[in-house]
């Protein structure tokens, strides 16, 4: 493996149980770029690599879970960062519009600090609901997952949500979400 031509045996021996393993942790859209993030990782560090192993792919799974926690960190990091400050970086808000969002400016971090406990499932549904608007259908689909289990992890994060936010009805979310992001 110092050779950088040999590498590719690498990577076409193992591509696809490594795609498919981050596929299982994050879904198909992350896992082609963690992938390919895995196998860069796995070309720089090559020259690391004991030859004297039988297999690669413990090795190369190893770097696969390790970017996969990074991006279940940095997702964290957001969420808690929005419940501390109650400012979202991603979304600019006009000047003119400020007395329109004081009520949803003072739910903000609480809501960001209920999504970031949520489950790593209930929050993707949630959001994809909330700021994505998309159908229990649709959601089901981007997942992977059986309608059934969109309904499920929804309603439980709508009540944890709720639960949280004293009784605020969860479904407002939604409102805030879009409202913010147009």
Do not use: C
């Amino acid at each position: 493996m110092r050779e950088p031509e040999r590498f590719a045996v690498l990577y076409d021996r193992h591509h696809e149980v490594v795609h498919r393993y981050i596929a299982r942790r994050l879904g198909r859209d992350l896992a082609d770029d963690l992938m390919a993030e895995t196998f860069l990782v796995a070309f720089q560090r090559r020259e690391r690599f004991d030859l004297a192993r039988p297999d690669a792919r413990p090795w190369l799974y190893g770097i696969a879970t390790n970017l996969v926690g990074q991006h279940h960190r940095t997702e964290s990091r957001f969420w808690r960062h929005i419940a501390r400050t109650g400012v979202d970086h991603v979304v600019e808000f006009p000047g003119d519009q400020v007395a329109d969002r004081v009520s949803a400016q003072g739910l903000r971090g609480e809501l960001a600090a209920v999504i970031a406990r949520l489950p790593r499932g209930q929050r993707d549904v949630l959001l994809l609901t909330a700021a994505g608007g998309l159908s229990t259908e649709e959601i089901a689909s981007a997942l992977g997952i059986a309608k059934g289990t969109v309904h499920s992890r929804l309603s439980r994060a709508r009540k944890k949500t709720g639960d949280a936010l004293g009784g605020a009805d969860p479904r407002e979310i939604r409102e805030e979400f879009l409202h913010e992001r147009a």
